[in-house]
Nanobody
Framework: QVQLMESGGGLVQAGGSLRLSCAASGISFGISAMNWYRQAPGKQRELVATITRIYSTNYADSVKGRFTISRDNAKNTVYLQMNSLKPEDTAVYYC?????????????WGQGTQVTVSS
């Protein structure tokens, strides 16, 4: 059974920091691309950050220079360090794993963790 368990969300003032964690089980974590998405009220879910199996990273323009994604394959965990938070970062943040199997890839999602940034 696949499980992605996010933690670390909460309420923070603008300019503050939070570190999200996502612990994965039931997947081949080391070969999976790991992603963080977010969805604000009334908006579509958007990709925030990606880290591949070879530790290549990519970020949405809105978070470049402020957020850092990392992974610890020994712990099957991916992190999102969020600094200089802004009110517009307020959203539910979701962990996503894209696990390759043969010629296909399978997506798995966590339940989400709320991040609220007050002005």
């Amino acid at each position: 059974q696949v499980q992605l368990m996010e933690s670390g969300g909460g309420l923070v003032q603008a300019g503050g920091s939070l570190r999200l964690s996502c612990a994965a089980s039931g997947i081949s974590f080391g070969i999976s691309a790991m992603n963080w998405y977010r969805q604000a009220p009334g908006k579509q879910r958007e990709l925030v950050a990606t880290i591949t199996r070879i530790y290549s990273t990519n970020y949405a323009d809105s978070v470049k220079g402020r957020f850092t994604i990392s992974r610890d394959n020994a712990k099957n965990t991916v992190y999102l360090q969020m600094n200089s938070l802004k009110p517009e970062d307020t959203a539910v943040y979701y962990c996503n794993a894209r696990e390759p199997r043969g010629i296909r890839a399978y997506d798995y999602w966590g339940q989400g963790t709320q991040v609220t940034v007050s002005s």
